[in-house]
């Protein structure tokens, strides 16, 4: 069983910062792909950025240069650095991970969620 455990949401200013965390564990035996997702009230959900296990970073548009994805592979654990946050940044956000399971079983696990609320 694998869990993917999000934290740092919260209630931000514009113009202000925060912070999200997910940490993977149970019976993982590698992780490729992992990338942050978020959904709008009455919208699809969308990526926001990915991170492969070497390192290599994608955005969407709407988020480039004021968002980091980042990942410590050690810790099975990717980060999220959201700056200059915009309203429109509002969303729960969601963690996702690409990875092979001790059964050798590749799967895409979900964490959650984690609210974000960006105040005007």
């Known amino acids: 069983q694998v869990q993917l455990v999000e934290s740092g949401g919260g209630l931000v200013q514009a113009g202000g910062s925060l912070r999200l965390s997910c940490a993977a564990s149970?019976?993982?035996?590698?992780?490729?792909?992992m990338g942050w997702y978020r959904q709008a009230p009455g919208k699809q959900r969308e990526l926001v950025a990915a991170i492969s296990s070497g390192g290599r970073t994608s955005y969407a548009n709407s988020v480039k240069g004021r968002f980091t994805i980042s990942r410590d592979n050690a810790k099975n654990t990717v980060y999220l650095q959201m700056n200059s946050l915009k309203p429109e940044d509002t969303a729960v956000y969601y963690c996702?991970?690409?990875?092979?399971?001790?059964?050798?079983?590749?799967?895409?696990?979900w964490g959650q969620g984690t609210q974000v609320t960006v105040s005007s």
């Open positions: 996702n991970a690409d990875l092979v399971t001790t059964n050798m079983y590749r799967q895409s696990s």
């Open positions: 149970g019976s993982i035996f590698s992780i490729n792909d």
